[in-house]
């Protein structure tokens, strides 16, 4: 069964900086992606970065420049490091994984149980 554990969370100052690990544990054949997602308080989810298993990433423009997604394909890993904080940032963040069981087979989506970060002003 796969899980995914994140840690990382937690309360900063606006300016400062966190960093978000997250764990996929279980048998898999191959995880063709992984990210970050957040949700803010009576807002929907929306995706933070994401990076593919060749280290190709993609960031959401409110967080680019500030915030750096990392990949261990050995460990199963993925960080988010996150610099120069705001407000705004404020919110849940998801870990996700698009694994796959088999060659050629379709990805299945996995999400973490959420940790918090709030940033105060």
């Known amino acids: 069964q796969v899980q995914l554990v994140e840690s990382g969370g937690g309360l900063v100052q606006t300016g400062g900086s966190l960093r978000l690990s997250c764990h996929a544990t279980g048998s898999m054949f191959n995880i063709a992606a992984m990210g970050w997602y957040r949700q803010a308080p009576g807002k929907q989810r929306e995706l933070v970065a994401i990076i593919n298993s060749r280290g190709s990433a993609n960031y959401a423009d409110p967080v680019k420049g500030r915030f750096t997604i990392s990949r261990d394909n050995a460990t199963n890993t993925v960080d988010l490091q996150m610099n120069s904080l705001k407000f705004d940032d404020t919110g849940v963040y998801y870990c996700?994984?698009?694994?796959?069981?088999?060659?050629?087979?379709?990805?299945?989506?996995?999400w973490g149980q959420g940790t918090t970060v709030t940033v105060s002003s």
């Open positions: 996700n994984a698009l694994i796959q069981f088999a060659p050629f087979r379709t990805g299945r989506d996995y």
